[in-house]
């Protein structure tokens, strides 16, 4: 798998490969500063990362889906399936792609580690939420052969878990809610949470293998 | 030389191909059969896309299944071909050289070399989605035939193509054929009859006939005849088209029975509907 393919994957999604870096270095900043003008910057704290749990997380399965349409609904798209034995799965290519969303939510949580202190758990919390997106993407875009229909069912699934108040969506829901982070609640809610993306991501290994 | 020995494909239950053996040597090959047949399956076998229920494909005597090697001497183009139309025709193929693992060196050169011969050299600045289907068919065309492979699939090549694109990829193909094996899938008929110095004839999964254009159309001998369309139609007559002389309606049909009526030179398209049909 060579890097490079990556770079002209980006270049080919065009204006999609604006949306993630729109919401994480203008709307989240832009959210931020309002919030810190009404409630001050301490008072804000939980409020900014209840309302950056609503995007970030969502946000990191942009860049996959849109890469992947082309790995799935593309005209010809079993040419990037045969040209290489080692070409066949794709999962260093969604790491990759993973790992360049994470880094640029790194430069948002380290401006932010500017104003706020101990902002580390909400990083590795949000890390590992985006990785359980991430990974739930790569199963079901192999698994459903739709980039659309997989992304529609994952969002669906953030805004039940985020805006409805059931027993149901406690239950199954990633997202934190406002919790104040400790190390215990990384300890138990982000490893289950770690564990259950890990399995997601095999079973798109796997997906992936038997797609052709 | 590549080999095909003695293959089986299922999807499920459903038996595709079925002890399917052919040999490839260096030429151009029409793979010919209704849709359903079986060609399409074949060709995602030899390009490594399927794992094979039993049998091989072999080049040189070595297997083709998972040798990075081997593989990357099989160029091919799929039945549609539309991959990152907002990369120009340059990054388009450039990905493709990346895939096959060209050379850096040697990337501009191969790029230029293969737009020049499928014409697309004046379009290399250009948008893939600012092309025609012809020229998005052409681009395929140069991305099967980047890094000199020897052997060049081309699955349903000329499918929705005009009569001017259509003669210009039987040019194509007869400029690159040197040393290679080049097989064209199709189901049209006209497609492998001027190009093809051997042609397969598949249906439901099985090799009907292997042989020269010549050959297919001697399957036809004594079997095309013309007749009048107000003449009873026989149960064995396989009417192959209607069409109209002098204000009278005439059959072109095909019948294994020696009949008392106007008999025709056959013609490559008669030769395969025997075959296929079992005439």
């Known amino acids: ?212 | 030389m590549l080999e095909v020995i003695k293959l089986h494909k299922s999807f499920k239950k459903k038996e595709v191909l079925k002890n399917v053996s052919l040999e490839f040597k260096n030429g151009i090959y029409g793979l010919l059969g209704p849709n359903g047949a079986g060609k399409t399956t074949l060709i995602r076998c030899m390009v490594n896309l399927y794992d094979l229920n039993s049998g091989s494909i072999e080049y040189c005597g070595s297997s083709i299944n998972g040798n990075n090697d081997l593989l990357s001497n099989i160029g091919y183009l799929p039945q549609k071909f539309g991959l990152f139309k907002e990369l120009t025709v340059y990054e388009n193929l450039k990905y493709f050289c990346i895939l096959k693992k060209i050379y850096k060196s040697r990337m501009d050169d191969e790029i230029k070399n293969c737009l020049i011969s499928v014409n697309l050299e004046d379009r290399i600045s250009h948008k893939v989605s600012s092309l025609s289907g012809g020229m998005i068919r052409r681009l395929g065309i140069a991305q099967a035939i980047l890094g000199h492979p020897k052997i060049i699939i081309f699955d349903e090549p000329t499918a929705g193509l005009d009569p001017e694109e259509r003669i210009r990829f039987k040019n194509i193909v007869a400029q690159i054929n040197k040393d290679r094996i080049i097989i064209i899938s199709t189901h049209i008929v006209e497609d492998v009859e001027a190009s093809c110095n051997k042609i397969i004839i598949m249906n439901e999964g099985r090799v009907l006939k292997y042989g020269s254009s010549e050959e297919i159309k001697s399957e036809a001998n004594g079997k095309v005849y013309e007749v009048e369309k107000n003449l009873n139609a026989d149960e064995y007559w396989y009417v192959e088209k209607s069409f109209s002389r002098n204000e009278k309606t005439f059959m072109r049909i095909l019948s294994n029975k020696k009949e008392n009526l106007k008999s025709l030179e056959p013609t490559i398209e008669d030769g395969y509907m025997c075959i296929v049909k079992g005439i």
């Open chain 1, 1 to 212: 798998m060579d890097i490079r393919l990556i770079y002209y994957d980006f270049k080919n999604l065009k204006t999609y490969f604006y949306v993630p870096i729109f919401i994480i270095y203008l709307f989240i900043p832009v959210l931020s500063i309002g919030m810190v003008k009404m409630y001050g910057v301490e008072n804000s704290k939980i409020m900014i990362f209840k309302e950056v749990e609503k995007f970030i997380p969502i946000i990191s399965m942009w860049w996959t889906t849109f890469i992947f349409r082309e790995y799935i609904e593309g005209d010809g798209n079993e040419l990037l399936y045969c040209i290489n034995k080692t070409g066949k799965i794709k999962s260093f290519q969604i790491f990759i792609i993973f790992l360049c969303y994470v880094l640029h939510v790194g430069i948002l949580f380290l401006v932010g580690n500017i104003f706020w202190d101990n902002i580390l758990f909400e990083f590795i919390k949000t890390v590992v939420q985006c990785f359980f997106f991430t990974s739930a993407i790569y199963v079901l875009i192999y698994t459903l052969k739709s980039t659309t229909i997989s992304f529609m069912i994952l969002l669906i699934y953030a805004l039940f878990s985020l805006f409805i108040n059931s027993k149901i969506s406690q239950v199954i829901s990633i997202f934190g809610n406002g919790d104040i982070l400790i190390m215990n609640i990384i300890s138990t809610k982000s490893l289950k949470i770690l564990f259950v993306s890990t399995i997601l991501f095999i079973i798109g290994v796997y997906k992936n293998k038997v797609f052709y």
